[in-house]
């Protein structure tokens, strides 16, 4: 069975989300991988991923929930490439490195879950993170 929510429990929905990644004291993180996503957010990084990016958020990770979506907030977001190869996942966590979900990562105008400005990254390039956006259906 599917489950359709109105949005007020859509919005509440996210409401939550968006205080899981703002916990701690300081910005959530957004780690940046090449490899195959796991299978879940509880399941640890595998071997076959390097990590090439990490992202650190803004204190209050998202703009405000309308309609059953909310944003990234504070974007733009820079950091700098720690290894080569090509960005196909992340994984976020809150400041105390508490997991918070995974997601997909493309190139501007991807539709992916979060677009940054290349997903082809070498050590020293910066890299943008443009857009993040996350929808309760």
Do not use: H
């Not at 489950?3 to 929905?13: D, F, K």
């Not at 940046?32 to 796991?38: D, F, H, K, N, Q």
């Not at 990016?53 to 929930?65: I, R, V």
Request: charged content about 10%; overall charge negative.
């Amino acid at each position: 069975m599917t489950l359709g929510y109105t949005v007020a429990v859509r919005n509440s929905q996210l409401a939550a989300l968006a205080a899981r990644f703002d916990a701690g004291a300081a910005g959530a993180t957004i780690k940046v991988y090449s490899g195959t996503r796991p299978a879940t957010a509880d399941t640890a990084v595998g071997g076959g991923n390097t990590l090439l990016l990490t992202l650190t958020l803004a204190t209050s990770a998202f703009g405000a929930q309308s309609n059953g979506s909310m944003s990234l907030a504070g974007l733009p977001i820079s950091g700098t490439g720690v290894a080569a190869g090509t960005a196909t996942w992340f994984r976020a966590a809150d400041s105390d490195g508490v997991t918070v979900t995974d997601g997909t990562c493309g190139a501007e105008a991807s539709n992916e879950d979060i677009e940054l400005s290349t997903t082809t990254i070498s050590v020293g390039l910066e890299v943008t993170l443009t857009a993040g956006t996350i929808t309760q259906p």
